[in-house]
T-cell receptor
Framework: NAGVMQNPRHLVRRRGQEARLRCSPM?????VYWYRQLPEEGLKFMVY????????ESGMPKERFSAEFPKEGPSILRIQQVVRGDSAAYFCASSPTGGTNTEAFFGQGTRLTVV | TQLLEQSPQFLSIQEGENLTVYCNSS?????LQWYRQEPGEGPVLLVTVVTGGEVKKLKRLTFQFGDARKDSSLHITAAQTGDTGLYLCAGESGGYQKVTFGTGTKLQVIP
């Protein structure tokens, strides 16, 4: 049973370009969470999705960021018109249910560098 | 805004020594998780504590959840070089796996 798969592992974008980060949850998991980790900081919650639904996007910047988790295929975190401050490690986690005390498994992350 | 402060921020110790990492908040959490993260990798869950006052042991690691469910500690006995990494506590209170991560403790165990 493969773990949470994120790709690409490393992504370099010029300012103003778009970044697309992909997350394939563990088999049987229909709940996905995205976190951002800035250098030397802890992880910050961004968004929680179930299949085809955004449940909580309270941690998403209001502009340029969007997320989806379609019925088929991976979850996508999309950052439009990237700026230097978007440089960070973006982690995806998945869980089989969304209840309390449910263990979530993290992927290895995508390290975005904006030049 | 819920905040989880971890202390110390950095810790460098000799192999064989004991250490304790603290995780403190003014907020109450329904559960608290501890993760270890190695460079270039995602966090890996070590333990989840749910009940106030709960103590859980994982080999040389002992985790305790405060009675009021606002704080937690991680104690490592006889540290080994393989314990080196970033230790993160994370509190859950949203009814689902939306957790607030602590500021992290970077541990280095020197042989």
């Amino acid at each position: 049973n493969a773990g949470v798969m994120q790709n690409p592992r490393h992504l370099v974008r010029r300012r103003g370009q778009e970044a697309r980060l992909r997350c394939s949850p563990m088999k049987g998991h229909s709940h996905v969470y995205w976190y951002r980790q800035l250098p030397e900081e802890g992880l910050k919650f961004m968004v929680y999705l179930q299949k085809e639904n955004i449940i909580d996007e309270s941690g998403m910047p209001k502009e340029r960021f969007s997320a989806e988790f379609p019925k088929e295929g991976p979850s996508i975190l999309r950052i439009q018109q990237v700026v230097r401050g978007d440089s960070a490690a973006y982690f995806c986690a998945s869980s089989p249910t969304g209840g309390t005390n449910t263990e979530a498994f993290f992927g290895q992350g995508t390290r975005l560098t904006v030049v | 805004t819920q905040l989880l402060e971890q202390s110390p921020q950095f810790l460098s110790i000799q192999e064989g020594e004991n250490l304790t990492v603290y995780c403190n908040s003014s907020s109450v959490f329904s559960s608290l998780q501890w993760y270890r993260q190695e460079p270039g990798e995602g966090p890996v869950l070590l333990v989840t504590v749910v009940t106030g006052g709960e103590v859980k042991k994982l080999k040389r690691l002992t985790f305790q959840f405060g009675d009021a469910r606002k704080d937690s500690s991680l104690h490592i006995t006889a540290a080994q070089t393989g314990d080196t990494g970033l230790y993160l506590c994370a509190g859950e209170s949203g009814g689902y796996q939306k957790v607030t991560f602590g500021t992290g403790t970077k541990l280095q165990v020197i042989p």
